[in-house]
């Protein structure tokens, strides 16, 4: 195959792209440069930035959101999209379908996530309006923890990353249905009624056979994504209903598939090649066929997971912290003393791998799960004290949960301060970690 030398400019680009860890560097990035700027002489300049508005206005019909708000409220909703196609892969193809493979992290994810919430009420005296925060402390940041684990390499067992990913998992469809139920403001009955139309238009095309991709944007974000802004329902919340009416299926069978592609590979072959630098009209349209039948063996939730990975990652989750980590850090103490501090870090430092680590170990004696090939125990607390990384998800939650901006500024260095304490103390442990060959009992 020729290659151009733009081919090799844009190869290692490519590979920086696909690896593991580098999602999770562009957030750290993106979060570090935020926390600079809240804290240097152009923290006002920054905080400016995210006030810019955007409208739309059809005579007497507008529609506006700041920066800030798009960014929380719309791109965010493609996360939540992506995050809930591979929910409904994991569900369909994934670990989920195992009952018995899956009761070990099922398990680890409900302790994982009662813990830290308990430690929170309990820090804040089950007190409103500061109870509103204990939805904080349920999720962790996966891709944060996945490069992590990507960087410490042949020390993380796989069968580890395979129990963090289905417990991330797990916690993804806690936290969505949390804000969904909990994180709601006044509804609008009537623009529900038209998401919900909407939505009903997306599960017929799926039912109808339609897997035109352009199709469903069109439906899901001008119909489904709009509505729900409009009624009170959190955005996001759409694009989790939107990616459960995405098709699962193929058109095309494997084994038809391969006997497909090796007949029109014979015929490409019999035919003449162009005499110009250009392919003959019969080799285009064979070149069609071949991507027609390809597109047919995909199913378009795979295919749509696949192009919107690298845009979330390196796009819409570097932006959402660039927003939102801004956190101006204190000049004495008193902060730090806060219930909604001190509840935050304690649910994810020590709630965590307390909840995580409790569950497994009691499943794993009493017989009802098991340990992966090469997992110690010194592995499930690391990977349970890793856990309380809550960056992402737990920012998100901390913009929903609380009106007053000294709460959301008091959960946000709790955040912080956990990931960071999480981060280190992991990794450390991780380190200590003995490998083993076998799993423990």
């Known amino acids: 195959m020729r290659q151009d030398p733009i081919d090799r400019l844009l190869r290692p680009l490519d590979r920086f792209i696909k690896g593991h860890s580098t999602a999770g560097m562009a957030l750290f990035v993106s979060a570090a440069v935020a926390v600079v700027l809240a804290n240097s002489p152009w923290r006002e300049a920054y905080r400016a930035i995210w006030e810019h508005s955007f409208a739309i206005q ?144 997306l599960v017929l095309m799926n039912l109808l056979g339609v897997r035109n991709m352009t199709a469903y944007a069109v439906v899901g974000i001008g119909g489904v994504w709009m509505a729900f802004m409009l009624s009170g329902v959190h955005a996001t919340v759409a694009g989790v209903l939107a990616a459960m009416a995405i098709p699962a299926t193929t058109k095309v069978k494997e084994r038809t598939y391969v006997k497909k592609i090796r007949e029109l590979a014979d015929e490409f072959e019999r035919t003449e090649d162009s005499p110009h630098r250009t392919i003959t009209v019969e080799q285009a349209h064979i070149i069609e066929k071949v991507k027609r039948c390809s597109l047919n063996a995909e199913t378009p939730l795979q295919r749509l997971e696949h192009r919107l990975h690298p845009w979330v990652s390196f796009l819409v989750l570097p932006l959402f912290a660039l927003a939102n980590a801004g956190i101006e850090l204190p000049h004495d103490m008193s902060a730090l003393a806060s219930p909604v501090t001190m509840g935050v870090f304690l649910g994810l430092v020590l709630g965590k791998p307390l909840g995580i680590f409790t569950t497994c170990w009691l499943f794993v004696k009493m017989g009802w799960g098991k340990l992966g090939a090469g997992v110690q125990w010194g592995h499930m607390l690391a990977i349970s004290v890793i856990s309380g990384l809550g960056f992402t998800m737990a920012l998100f939650i901390s913009e929903l949960a609380f009106d007053a901006g000294w709460m959301r500024a008091d959960a946000k260095l709790g955040i912080l301060l956990a990931s960071v304490t999480a981060g280190i103390a992991g990794t450390f442990l991780f380190f200590r970690a003995r490998p083993g060959m076998h799993p423990a009992g």
């Open 58 to 201: 059809v005579d007497d019909f507008y529609f506006g959101l700041n920066l800030h708000h798009l960014i929380n409220d719309g791109l965010m909703a493609m996360f939540f999209f992506l995050v809930a196609l591979e929910l409904k892969r994991e569900f369909i193809a994934g670990d989920m379908t195992d009952r018995k493979k899956a009761m070990l992290p099922v398990a680890a994810s409900v302790g994982g996530m009662l813990a830290p919430a308990l430690i929170y009420l309990a820090v804040n005296q089950f007190q409103a309006p500061a109870t509103r925060g204990w939805g904080i402390t349920l999720g962790t940041d996966t891709a944060f923890v996945l490069a992590l684990l990507a960087l410490l390499g042949k020390r993380v067992p796989p069968a580890i990353k395979a129990l963090f990913i289905t417990v991330s998992v797990i916690d993804d469809i806690v936290s969505v249905s949390v804000i969904a139920l909990f994180y709601t403001s006044d509804l609008s009955l009537a623009n529900l009624g038209i998401g919900a139309a909407f939505l009903a238009v």
